[in-house]
């Protein structure tokens, strides 16, 4: 257990569907972060949020909408995604201004068929 | 070219052997991570470090922020340490990590 939590661990959608990440810290962080990681690529920061406002979306398809209720949740609802869109999927949390201290989910496997 | 480089991109050694995995970046930063990611696909952070050198058990991580140039050092290396070793450069002025793409140490007993 990292601190932060991520469901589902797999998830295999096809291309019409809608589903939902979850992501969960119980840390007291004021940041959180949605990071994609395809295959031989450097993960790639998607959306930033601080004290639950969007601070950051790294032109990011709207298929891909984040959602943030409070600090401790953050949640990337899919609709409408494209097999390329497959990969691993990472939730962060962080202290902004506190010097950069990350923690990280155990990630979300997603397969788009 | 990435700002994060890392090297070697593929690391296969036995079970023992001294491992060294090298970093350069080419941003300014306020400080330099490594990551472990094991091949379920969590992430850990092993280290955050601005200047000198820290160590925890087997690993070592130094950073020479001059040559803007960081190492990730395992001693008596075992097959448990098999994973993916990432680098990542933060920036206190944006608040941003950049990665580098990861080193894949197998180790072999």
């Known amino acids: 257990e990292t601190g932060v939590t991520q469901t589902p661990r797999h998830l295999v959608m096809g291309m019409t569907n809608k589903k939902s990440l979850k992501c969960e810290q119980h840390l007291g962080h004021n940041a959180m972060y949605w990071y994609k990681q395809s295959a031989k690529k450097p993960l790639e920061l998607m959306f930033v949020y601080n004290f639950k406002e969007q601070t950051e979306n790294n032109s990011v398809p709207s298929r891909f909408s984040p959602e943030c209720p409070n600090s401790s949740h953050l949640f990337l609802h899919l609709h409408t995604l494209q097999p390329e869109d497959s990969a691993l999927y990472l939730c962060?949390?962080?202290?902004?201004?506190?010097?950069?201290?990350?923690?990280f989910g155990s990630g979300t496997r997603l397969t788009v068929v | 070219k990435n700002e994060v480089e890392q090297s070697p991109q593929n690391l296969t050694a036995q079970e023992g052997e001294f491992i060294t995995i090298n970093c350069s970046y080419s941003v300014g930063i306020s400080a330099l991570h490594w990551l472990q990611q094991h091949p379920g696909g969590g992430i850990v952070s092993l280290f955050m470090l601005s200047s000198g050198k820290k160590k925890h058990g087997r690993l070592i991580a130094t950073i020479n922020i001059q040559e803007k140039h960081s190492s990730l050092h395992i001693t008596a290396s075992h097959p448990r340490d098999s994973a993916v070793y990432i680098c990542a450069a933060f920036s206190l002025g944006n608040e941003k990590l950049t990665f580098g793409t990861g080193t894949r140490l197998t180790i072999i007993p």
């Open positions: 962060a949390s962080s202290n902004q201004g506190a010097g950069g201290g990350y923690t």
